[in-house]
Structures are given as structure tokens and as C-alpha cells.
């Protein structure tokens, strides 16, 4: 139980120190990337106003068939891609939430460029 307890607060930790450097603006939203062991969560949010611009998620009716793996991570991003663009957002900020950028974030990323957003 300890393990975990230690796993959660080292993710917290880097959570924090991300946040405090990352922050949206009408300009430039912040992209950021949940997952679980079952389903992501990507959201576009704008931190002055406090509001969700755009969010794709594994769990909406369009984007059930996705599993929590890269080669699906990869789709969700160009699914919130095209979202972004029709919502007239090309530039983001890209919040990692503390996850290492590397299998399925960095493919969420990979795939909301291929769409056309950059950051």
C-alpha cells in the first residue's frame, strides 16, 4: 500500500511543477491529457475564463470502439485535432499531467499535430 502511496504523491509532485509553468490563454489553450487504465481524456481548456474549449474522450459514443492503447492514442489525438481547427484553435500549450511523454501521451501529441495544431 505504501508503493502506491508513494507512486500517487510523485505524480502529484510533478503535476505541480508542471502547472505552475503551464497555463492557457484565449490565444494559447492548454491541451491537457488524462488516462486511466481503461479510457483518455483530452480537454482544451482556457485558464483565465476557467472553461473547457474542446474535449475528446473514450468514453463519447464516436470514439468508443478506441482502447487505451498508442496505435488508438494516436486517433484521439487527431480526433481533438480536427476539433480544435474547427473551433478556429491552432496553437495549444501541451500539458503532460505529469505522465512521462512517451507511449500513449506522446502518441495523443503526435496526433493532434498530424491533425494541424502545434505547440
Do not use: W
Not at 55 to 65: F, G, V
Not at 75 to 80: D, F, N, R
Amino acid at each position: 500500500m505504501n508503493r502506491i502511496v508513494d507512486k500517487n504523491r510523485k505524480l502529484a509532485k510533478r503535476k505541480a511543477h508542471i502547472r505552475k509553468r503551464v497555463s492557457g490563454t484565449p490565444e494559447r489553450p492548454r491541451m491537457t491529457v488524462f488516462r486511466s487504465n481503461m479510457h483518455m481524456y483530452v480537454q482544451v481548456i482556457d485558464d483565465t475564463e476557467g472553461r473547457t474549449l474542446v474535449s475528446a474522450s473514450t468514453l463519447e459514443a464516436a470514439l468508443k470502439d478506441l482502447r487505451n492503447c498508442v496505435a488508438d492514442a494516436t486517433k484521439l489525438g487527431e480526433a481533438i485535432g480536427k476539433r480544435c481547427l474547427e473551433k478556429n484553435i491552432d496553437k495549444v500549450v501541451f500539458d503532460r499531467n505529469g505522465y512521462i511523454y512517451h507511449g500513449i501521451v506522446k502518441a495523443i501529441a503526435d496526433g493532434a499535430r498530424s491533425a494541424g495544431v502545434k505547440f
